[in-house]
T-cell receptor
Framework: KAGVTQTPRYLIKTRGQQVTLSCSPI?????VSWYQQTPGQGLQFLFE???????NKGNFPGRFSGRQFSNSRSEMNVSTLELGDSALYLC?????????????FGNGTRLTVT | QKEVEQNSGPLSVPEGAIASLNCTYS??????FFWYRQYSGKSPELIMS????GDKEDGRFTAQLNKASQYVSLLIRDSQPSDSATYLC????????????FGKGTTLSVSS
């Protein structure tokens, strides 16, 4: 079974631009979530989508947004990029099982903002 | 503020030794607990999950959970140089979807 696929792997953007990242979950997984990883803050939760609805949101500004499509694929968008947005962005999918749902991560998108 | 705390390390052990990694969490309603391994430049990889008090063994890995003490640990027996990585403890409340709160990780170095 194919794993979580994220595209692109690397991105270089300039301050003020916007960016869209894409994620295809493991087949059958309906929950998709996004995380930001930086050396200083570690892995931080951005948001989670389930059945095309945002189910949970972390403590990030409104410049960070996302959506999920009917085939469970997800995109996240960051507008008006800032230098501090440089990070590894990880998408994870899950079966959303009652009693505990491990997340399975994609390879990530490395975003550099200059 | 829900928190997950880990000793950042580095934790250095010789090959063949037992590595012990510890994690504490603040939210008492947490129900699911996970250990992820992350090699430098790679994404986190799930290695263990544990949901009830006690020990859970999988090969050379043993996860231990004590909900009363809000404490989770990971033991790695017969440590190998290939185990050198950052180990992330993650906690899930199950009341907020599948969102995980991660510790900042413990760096393990296994010397041959």
């Amino acid at each position: 079974k194919a794993g979580v696929t994220q595209t692109p792997r690397y991105l270089i953007k300039t301050r003020g631009q916007q960016v869209t990242l894409s994620c295809s979950p493991i087949s059958g997984h309906r929950s998709v979530s996004w995380y930001q990883q930086t050396p200083g803050q570690g892995l931080q939760f951005l948001f989670e989508y389930f059945s095309e609805t945002q189910r949970n949101k972390g403590n990030f500004p409104g410049r960070f947004s996302g959506r999920q499509f009917s085939n469970s694929r997800s995109e996240m968008n960051v507008s008006t990029l800032e230098l501090g947005d440089s990070a590894l962005y990880l998408c994870a999918s899950s079966l959303d099982r009652v009693g505990g749902s491990p997340l399975h991560f994609g390879n990530g998108t490395r975003l550099t903002v200059t | 503020q829900k928190e997950v705390e880990q000793n950042s390390g580095p934790l250095s052990v010789p090959e063949g030794a037992i590595a012990s990694l510890n994690c504490t969490y603040s939210d008492r309603v947490s129900q699911s607990f996970f250990w992820y391994r992350q090699y430098s430049g790679k994404s986190p990889e799930l290695i263990m999950s544990i949901y009830s008090n006690g020990d859970k063994e999988d090969g050379r890995f043993t996860a231990q959970l004590n909900k009363a003490s809000q404490y989770v640990s990971l033991l790695i027996r017969d440590s190998q140089p290939s185990d050198s990585a950052t180990y992330l403890c993650a906690v899930q409340t199950n009341q907020a979807g599948t969102a995980l709160i991660f510790g900042k990780g413990t760096t393990l170095s296994v010397s041959s």
